[in-house]
């Protein structure tokens, strides 16, 4: 079946440092991945994406590492600041339109 | 900044009711989606539709389930008969694009339906 993400951690980290965010997804053929955020009492807002012939995709202060041999995603948010902490999902599309989301991580930032 | 907007934020409904939740997607979308959450829990794909008809659906989109669009702007899910386990936070999307490798989906704030 199709399966992204782990169990829900939590991270938290001190203002100013860098986060690493984790993801695992199962569906070897999925070629588009998509990290996004959701702050509590909001939909999710995407963040940056990967196309599967990449590995690596940098934004304003994010970065998406994609490993396709373990079939591993990451999102690195440099400088991590208190308006970072919410909750980000992992997504991948499956199939032509369907995006399936992982569990989530919460990021807790610390002032 | 176009935006999906999503009506009502809130319903609360008793169970057997028929409910509709109605979204306009950005105007110049092609690709329209619903999504719950549980409290708590992952964001969980239900339905998309593309071209005035469902492109693909999960398990949980049984025929309770339905989605609509009427007229050019609005994309509706009407759940028929409502159980206490469709409570949830719904979340319409829309992308520009389709295809396996592309389509950034764009969220509304979502609706929530509470069932007594």
């Known amino acids: 079946g199709e399966s992204v993400g782990l169990h829900l951690p939590t991270l938290s980290v001190q203002e100013g440092d860098n986060s690493i965010i984790n993801c695992a997804y199962s569906?070897?053929?999925?070629?588009?991945f998509i990290w996004y955020k959701q702050e509590s009492g909001k939909g999710p807002q995407f963040i940056i994406d990967?196309?599967?012939?990449?590995d690596k995709r940098q934004g304003q202060r994010v970065t998406v590492l994609l490993n396709k041999t373990v079939k591993h995603l990451s999102l690195q948010i440099a400088a991590t600041q208190p308006g970072d902490s919410a909750v980000y999902f992992c997504a991948e599309k499956t199939s032509y339109d369907k995006v399936i989301f992982g569990p989530g991580t919460s990021l807790s930032v610390i002032p | 900044e176009p935006e999906v907007t999503q009506t009502p934020s809130h319903q609360v409904t008793q169970m057997g009711q028929e409910v509709i939740l109605r979204c306009v997607p950005i105007?110049?979308?092609?690709?329209f989606y619903w999504y719950r959450q549980i409290l708590g829990q992952k964001v969980e794909f239900l339905v998309s539709f593309y071209n005035n008809e469902i492109s693909e659906k999960s398990e949980i989109f049984d025929d309770q389930f339905s989605v609509e669009r009427p007229d050019g702007s609005n994309f509706t899910l009407k759940i028929r008969s409502t159980k206490l386990e469709d409570s949830a936070m719904y979340f319409c999307?829309?992308?520009?694009?389709?295809?396996?490798?592309?389509?950034?989906?764009?969220f509304g704030e979502g609706s929530r339906l509470t069932v007594l």
């Open positions: 105007s110049n979308h092609l690709y």
């Open positions: 569906n070897s053929a999925s070629d588009y």
């Open positions: 999307a829309s992308s520009e694009r389709g295809g396996r490798n592309t389509g950034e989906l764009f």
């Open positions: 990967i196309r599967s012939n990449m």
